[in-house]
C-alpha cells in the first residue's frame, strides 16, 4: 500500500461541476502539499496546509489531521482546470526528502 | 531568478553518450529535489539536498546516475552512458528547509526533457 493515495485516479467533469479529488496518507506529516500540472507543463503549487482549510478562487483545500485526509475541491468547474492534480505529504524525517507523491488525479473538464 | 531554473530544456542525445541535467533553484532555498517523470507516469524520485547535509540518494536508479549541488545552490544531475530508458523529463523542485512544523511551498522548475535515441 502507498503511504499517500489519491483517488480516482481519473475523473471525468462537465463544465460548472462540483469537483472533489481526495488524498489519504498513513504516515505522520508537517504539512500536505497540493499540486498543478498541466498536459506538457510544469508543475505548480496549489496549496500547503498542515491544519483547517485554505481557499484560493474557486480552488478549495481542507485537512483532517486526525482521520489523515485532504480533500481538494474545485467549484463551478471549467475546461482549463483539466489536468493532473496531485497531493504531497511532507513527513519531516521521513525518507526521499520527506517527501512523498501521491499517483496524481487526472481530471478532465467538458465544455 | 524568480524561480527555479533549469537547462537545458530538450536534449536529444544517443545512446551512450553522458549528459548534464541543470537546475537554479530559488536563492535561499536550502532544499532540492531531482525526480523523473515518465510519459503518463508519476513522479519518481530520485535525489534529495539539504545544505550541507550529505544527499539523500536512495532514488537513484543506477550508478550510472550521480548529481552534485556546489556551494548549496546551484546543482547537476549527470546520466553516464545514456539509455533508452532514461528517456524521460527530469525536474527538479525547491523549497525552504523542512522542518517538523512543515517547510515553505514547494516550487518546481519546468524540467529537462531527454530523449535518448
Known amino acids: 500500500k502507498n503511504e499517500v493515495e489519491q483517488s480516482p485516479q481519473n475523473l471525468t467533469a462537465q463544465e460548472g461541476e462540483f469537483i472533489t479529488i481526495n488524498c489519504s496518507y498513513s504516515?505522520?506529516?508537517?504539512?500536505l502539499h497540493w499540486l498543478q500540472q498541466h498536459p506538457g507543463g510544469g508543475i505548480v503549487s496549489l496549496f500547503m496546509?498542515?491544519?483547517g482549510k485554505k481557499k484560493h478562487g474557486r480552488l478549495i483545500a481542507t485537512i483532517n489531521i486526525q482521520e489523515k485526509h485532504s480533500s481538494l475541491h474545485i467549484t463551478a468547474s471549467h475546461p482549463r482546470d483539466s489536468a493532473v492534480y496531485i497531493c504531497?505529504?511532507?513527513?519531516?524525517?521521513?525518507?526521499?526528502?520527506?517527501?512523498?507523491f501521491g499517483k496524481g488525479t487526472k481530471l478532465s473538464v467538458k465544455p | 531568478g524568480a524561480g527555479v531554473s533549469q537547462s537545458p530544456s530538450n536534449k536529444v542525445t544517443e545512446k551512450g553518450k553522458d549528459v548534464e541535467l541543470r537546475c537554479d533553484p530559488i536563492?535561499?532555498?536550502?532544499?532540492l529535489y531531482w525526480y523523473r517523470q515518465s510519459l503518463g507516469q508519476g513522479l519518481e524520485f530520485l535525489i534529495y539536498f539539504q545544505g550541507n547535509s550529505a544527499p539523500d540518494k536512495s532514488g537513484l536508479p543506477s550508478d550510472r546516475f550521480s548529481a552534485e549541488r556546489t556551494g548549496g545552490s546551484v546543482s547537476t544531475l549527470t546520466i553516464q552512458r545514456t539509455q533508452q530508458e532514461d528517456s524521460a523529463v527530469y525536474l527538479c523542485?525547491?523549497?525552504?528547509?523542512?522542518?517538523?512544523?512543515?517547510?515553505?511551498?514547494?516550487?518546481f522548475g519546468e524540467g529537462s526533457r531527454l530523449t535518448v535515441l
Open positions: 504516515v505522520g506529516i508537517s504539512a
Open positions: 523542485a525547491s523549497t525552504l528547509r523542512p522542518t517538523p512544523q512543515g517547510s515553505g511551498e514547494l516550487f
Open positions: 504531497a505529504a511532507m513527513n519531516y524525517g521521513g525518507s526521499q526528502g520527506n517527501l512523498i
Open positions: 496546509l498542515s491544519s
Open positions: 536563492s535561499g532555498h536550502t532544499a
